[in-house]
């Protein structure tokens, strides 16, 4: 079975600035999806951003950025610039495409929270 | 466009009454998926739909709980009896699945609380 990890409950930056988000996955498959959610306040969960194992290179969507270590089965989030509308629960989330492992498999999430 | 609709919001119902909750995916995905997080347990996948068919009900805490998609349109997750444990935060979401890791795409979610 996969497991996704997320060491870290809460965490608070200041506006402006650059937080890193971790996150730690095992699996024995070698290609699969990986994801960061956001859950805002108003509780609907929106894609942050999405990477394929199969892909080197990290994927990057605005001030948000990855950092894929497939060997290590690391993949953190940077978020630059921080914004009050940043704060969160932040989820990563695990995929392997196909058959009936078709599903997100969720780490427990990191609430973020943006201070002015 | 629409995105996923869920009903109810909100639901307070006494322990031992039934509780069925409505979900209208994206039109045009073949994929369903029933989410419940609690504090305590975070998110977790109670079953999974493609194309109208139950893949995979793994995740169904018990008899209590079925779930049902008679149409491509529309699904519904049921509780009878239910209990207080079953109070959570109840996600529907929907995907595109072609061959790939499609995007989820989660509507607002159905609190239930049972007294």
């Known amino acids: 079975a996969q497991t996704v990890t997320q060491s870290q409950p809460e965490m608070s930056v200041q506006e402006a600035e650059t937080v890193t988000l971790s996150c730690t996955y095992d699996t024995s498959e070698n290609n699969y999806y990986l994801f960061w959610y956001k859950q805002p306040p108003s509780r609907q969960m929106i894609l942050v951003i999405r990477q394929e194992a199969y892909k080197q290179q990290n994927a990057t969507e605005n001030r948000f950025s990855v950092n894929f270590q497939k060997a290590a089965k690391s993949f953190s989030l940077k978020i630059s610039d921080s914004q009050l509308g940043d704060t969160a629960m932040y989820f990563c989330a695990f995929m392997i495409p196909g058959g009936s492992n078709y599903k997100l498999t969720f780490g427990k999430g990191t609430l973020l929270t943006v201070n002015p | 466009d629409a995105g996923v609709i869920q009903s109810p919001r909100h639901e307070v119902t006494e322990m031992g009454q039934e509780v069925t909750l409505r979900c209208k995916p994206i039109s045009g995905h073949n994929s369903l998926f029933w989410y419940r997080q609690t504090m305590m347990r975070g998110l977790e996948l109670l079953i999974y739909?493609?194309?109208?068919?139950?893949?995979?009900d793994s995740g169904m805490p018990e008899d209590r709980f079925s779930a049902k998609m008679p149409n491509a349109s529309f699904s519904t997750l049921k509780i009878q009896p239910s209990e207080p444990r079953d109070s959570a935060v109840y996600f529907c979401a929907s995907s595109l699945v072609s061959g790939g890791g499609g995007e989820l795409f989660f509507g607002e979610g159905s609190r239930l609380t049972v007294l």
């Open positions: 739909f493609n194309n109208n068919v139950p893949i995979d």
